[in-house]
């Protein structure tokens, strides 16, 4: 959840979570028609960057 509300309050992308199993996953939605890969590997680079600070 930490994860999650760090990168939420980035306004850079959004995600939810929903409970699987009994554990927390996050969910984000890639579909845009503009949407490009540059956009994608954009995402992943924010979601290390900030679970590396989170630590």
């Known amino acids: ?9 980035t306004g850079k ?3 939810t979570h929903t409970k699987l199993n009994g554990k927390i996953v996050l969910r984000m939605s890639i579909g845009q ?3 490009e890969e540059k956009h ?3 995402a992943w680079k924010l979601i290390r960057k900030t679970a590396k600070e989170l630590g």
């Open 1 to 9: 959840m930490k994860l999650m509300n760090a990168i939420n309050k």
């Open 13 to 15: 992308i959004y995600f």
């Open 33 to 35: 028609t503009h949407t």
């Open 40 to 42: 994608v590997e954009n």
